[in-house]
């Protein structure tokens, strides 16, 4: 199985930033990409980003040109650079992991990390 922890969460004014970190740790052997999930009040959880093991991203449309992903293979991290941020960006954020095993994103969530925006 494949652990995450996320963390950098917090409040934050419109138009200001953040960098949300995430942690992997288990069978990360297993693990061919990575993305970062966000669930806001009352709405179904949805990808924002993701990254693969080559370097290809991928960005929901509501993000683009805000959001950067990236990571660091070396501390199996993958982290969200979130920049302009807007009110209706505030959400629990969460990572996961695409296995290579199943060809499906991990069961096995993170507690996440509340991003709040203040208008």
């Known amino acids: 199985q494949v652990q995450l922890v996320e963390s950098g969460g917090g409040l934050v004014q419109a138009g200001g930033s953040l960098r949300l970190s995430c942690a992997a740790s288990g069978s990360i052997f297993s693990i061919s990409a990575m993305g970062w999930y966000r669930q806001a009040p009352g709405k179904q959880r949805e990808l924002v980003a993701s990254?693969?093991?080559?370097?290809?991203?991928t960005y929901a449309d509501s993000v683009k040109g805000r959001f950067t992903i990236s990571r660091d293979n070396a501390k199996n991290t993958v982290y969200l650079q979130m920049n302009s941020v807007k009110p209706e960006d505030t959400a629990v954020y969460y990572c996961?992991?695409?296995?290579?095993?199943?060809?499906?994103?991990?069961?096995?969530w993170g507690q996440g990390t509340q991003v709040t925006v203040s208008s």
């Open positions: 996961n992991a695409f296995l290579l095993p199943t060809l499906t994103w991990s069961t096995n």
């Open positions: 990254i693969s093991n080559g370097g290809t991203t």
